[in-house]
């Protein structure tokens, strides 16, 4: 993996591949979310702040924890450089100076020069080569570091209401491709990409959810199906599978495998498919009501819901402010508050439909 010392966002980004490997380019991939809709509220023109209030004690320990990370990035990036112009100017005086150095009365080059030189420049060069390892290394280390503990704080402010118990971040912290691909939600999935896989009940209800990204395969190259948060909870529902899809704006990922299940409800707002003619005792009135009331076009992007086999799926599809990871610039909290709200608001929905 190349380093390029002279940009943070460019380097925490090849770091962030490294730390996650296979999970989908990291779950930041902007490729699926650059338009935007003018039925939508789009998201505000963004502004870098150096500062911001946090009302929360693990909002701001969020902020620390980056800023700590920071520090040590730019002081191991000032190090590197420094290791590397003192290597090469070594080297430089190997080649140059060695030679000068090395000469008899009669100005003929001693027979010490050459292996001296060739030892100092292969040396020169592993020190380099062998100390730029370690500290990539190191920093990897820090930075998954920093990834568990950006997820412990958003754990410990996103759960902190009673209802919510057993709250636990998995090891490993992402899910297997087919407890994504069960859904049924979109079709041909190739890869699954997750991280921060938490387990906890609501009100004695086993559910999980994780950062997620998917993947299917184009001619050139891979596309994303969908970004964002996944939600999984129990049911009760064991029929025909039933499927409801909150519209978005223009950065929106519609399911893609509902070819084959009829449209039973449509309007401006969203889509309901089953073929189960008896659907609506199951998307009854209470349960449309809270689905219409669901808001998409800032962070929210769109919501993709499947009902069947004994499990609630939610592909509650987020923009780059719930999903990237601050690094370079301060923490904004008000997505992270905001996604709180609406996820009391899923997991809400999530029993109800659980019924």
Known sequence: MEEKDTNLEESSEQIKDEVVNDEANSLASEENKEAKSEKSEPLAEQKVVEHFEYNDDHLAKIESNRNDFLKFYKKQNIWKWVIGFIGLAIIIFAWIGFPNLGKDG???????VMPAMIVVVVASLLGIVSYSFVIKRIITKKMREY????YEECNKYVFESDDFTEVSILAP????????TENLLYYNVFDVGSRGLTEFKYHDELMMVCDCAAQVKSEKSALPVFVGKYLVAPASYNEDPIFIYIKGDHRALPPTNLGDVKNVFDDDKMSIFSNNDKWAKVINAKVLKKLKAIKTGRQLVDVAIAIHSGKVYMCLGYDDPVMVLPLEHAF???PIMEFKEEFNDFVKLAEELAK
């Open 173 to 180: 912290d992402k899910i297997e491709k087919i407890q994504f």
């Open 332 to 334: 904004d909290p008000e």
């Open 147 to 150: 990834f568990s503990s950006y």
């Open 106 to 112: 009669e100005g003929k080059q001693a027979a010490w």
